[in-house]
């Protein structure tokens, strides 16, 4: 891990933050070639789940007003237990600490933390004592315009803004259910004692979609692509399965079909991006681990040198988004969903009388009664309560009557439900250059490679001069320029040895190198070489912008296109 890091910092993919004012744990920059990565992965992610999807793509402010988190929960449930040292003053997050320090996994309340502490003796790492546990919300707050102005925070995810957008939304999709909204952007959580570089930050990325569907209806019409891939599934249970996903569902381990299409089209994206699939697994959520909002969650996590950490979260959030916001804001966000044919039921009728409405309640009466009209009741009752602009009334018998009636009903109205896959693409972006790392031996020498896909590849393709004189440097120059006039990301060299250089481009995980040598000026031909094999073919100049199309866009092999040439 420290080779790779070190690389990963010399040439361009990560960097500390504020590195020249000494850092700040939790925040990372992405130089060059790790913010052209992580493009490249979330541009895949939208093709699987926008464009293949019915969905869409919005962007919502970062900062919220407070009241979106107190509907949504966060203001009294995103929390983690904290500890902090009397001696030093240094805080930690209280279940990272005791799994250090001691070895044991615990449930991150105040009691348990309190009870490990006064039984272990626990101390901090400078032999001072804890203060009492407390719990630390992690959501960083801040005053939305001047004085006093309005409390806010900055989003811990993307998903509320599309909650919030929800009527807007259904008014695009024509009242239609299912579809699909998604958002890329930052997120923020102000983590106690973040570790691991790039693993645990406290502003990232997110890649969320938000698929809402009726609650009756959980399934999806293309099912059957994923249907029959085999899955590592970790359940609840810790019980490992590889288990085809109709099994998985048909056996009740994945909760329904609609799940189970997440989790293998999640597998399919790790995949194309560079994923190893043998450091691939979809855990379940213990029902002490689950979100307050969720009731089942999968996690794809993948083996790194961190051990084994969550990617991607697929979670069933059900109603409970949009039935919070309804409560908290008095917005009807339910859908009416259409009955294949009609229905005849049978129901009990709030009928009001009028003429006792009238001289007690005079010009309200009318409201009343339309009041009166909309509620549902089972059988008999003394007296109904209504809501008229926020007064609470009481209407007794006297004003009313109850009647059953037989209605002929067209659909209903329902609050949908949500299927939630939230990817995190830092660490996503970090696991695929882990898992693409590799070191081999070419001519003698060990070689660092990053094998990377060559569609995510930061810079596809370089063009070397042989030399570095003319004419060598000028043809290539000449070259660089068609491609990326083509539209290909091309990169050009001339500083040290040809061995040299294609040793730094194997290293940042360019998947094919041009170099311009002395036949070039011959027959107008130039030399391709594979960053996998280091085999070279030779290729007309005029040829490359369709041979790199074919080579960058599957996993062709370079020999299909010509004469193989040793390095």
Known sequence: MSELMEMLTRRGFFWQSFEIYGGMAGFVDYGPLGNALRRKIENIWRKHFVVRE?????????????????ASGHVSCFTDVAIECEKCGRVFRADHYIKDVLGIEIEPNIETVKEIIETYDLKCVCGGKFKEPFLFNLMFSTTIGPGKGKKGYLRPETAQGIFIDFRRLL??????????????????????SPRQGVIRLREFNQAEL?????????????????????????????????????????????????????????????????????????????DDERAHYAIDCWDAEVLTSYGWIE???????????????????????????????????RRKKV???????????????????????????????????????????????????????????????????????????????????????????????????LRLKRWVAPIPVA?????????????????????????????????????????????????FCITVDHQTFEDETVTIRDRDTTKQVRVGISELPKVLNELLTSDKDITEFGEIFKE
């Open 54 to 70: 019915r969905a869409v793509e919005i962007d919502t402010p970062t900062v919220c007003v407070e009241e979106v988190f107190i």
């Open 171 to 192: 008014e695009y999709f024509r009242h239609k259910l299912p579809f699909g909204v998604a958002q890329i952007g930052r997120a923020y959580r102000n983590e106690i």
């Open 210 to 286: 938000e698929y809402f569907v009726n609650p009756k209806e959980k399934t999806h019409p293309n099912f059957e692509r994923y249907a029959n891939v085999v899955v590592k599934l970790l359940d609840k249970n810790d019980v490992l399965h590889e288990i085809t996903l109709r099994e998985a569902v048909e056996k009740g381990i994945v909760c329904h079909e609609l799940m189970a299409y997440f989790i293998g089209k999640t597998r399919e994206f790790l995949l194309e991006v560079g994923i190893d699939e043998g450091r691939l697994r979809f855990r379940q959520h213990k």
């Open 311 to 345: 990617i991607v979260g697929i979670a069933d959030r059900t109603d409970y988004d949009l039935k919070k916001h309804m409560e908290y804001s008095g917005e009807d966000l339910r859908v009416f969903v259409q009955f294949e044919k009609p229905i005849k039921v």
């Open 351 to 449: 009928v009001p009388n009028m003429k006792k409405l009238g001289p007690v309640y005079r010009s309200r009466a009318k409201e009343i009664a339309k009041k009166l009209e909309e509620i549902e009741v089972e059988g008999d009752v003394e007296s109904i309560t209504i809501d008229l602009d926020g007064e609470k009334i009481d209407i007794s018998k006297d004003f009313f009557e109850i009647v059953e009636v037989e209605e002929e009903i067209h659909g209903e109205k329902i609050v949908p439900h949500v299927i939630e896959p939230s990817f995190g693409l830092d660490r996503i972006t970090y696991a695929v250059l882990e898992h693409s790392f590799d070191k081999d031996v070419v001519e003698g020498e060990e070689r660092r490679v």
């Open 463 to 511: 063009v070397l001069p042989l030399l570095s004189r003319e004419p060598f440097t000028s043809k290539s120059k000449e070259i660089v320029q068609m491609l990326r006039e083509k539209g290909f990301y091309t990169e050009y060299d001339d500083s040290g040895s040809i061995g040299r250089r294609y040793r730094r481009f194997d290293e940042i995980g360019t998947p």
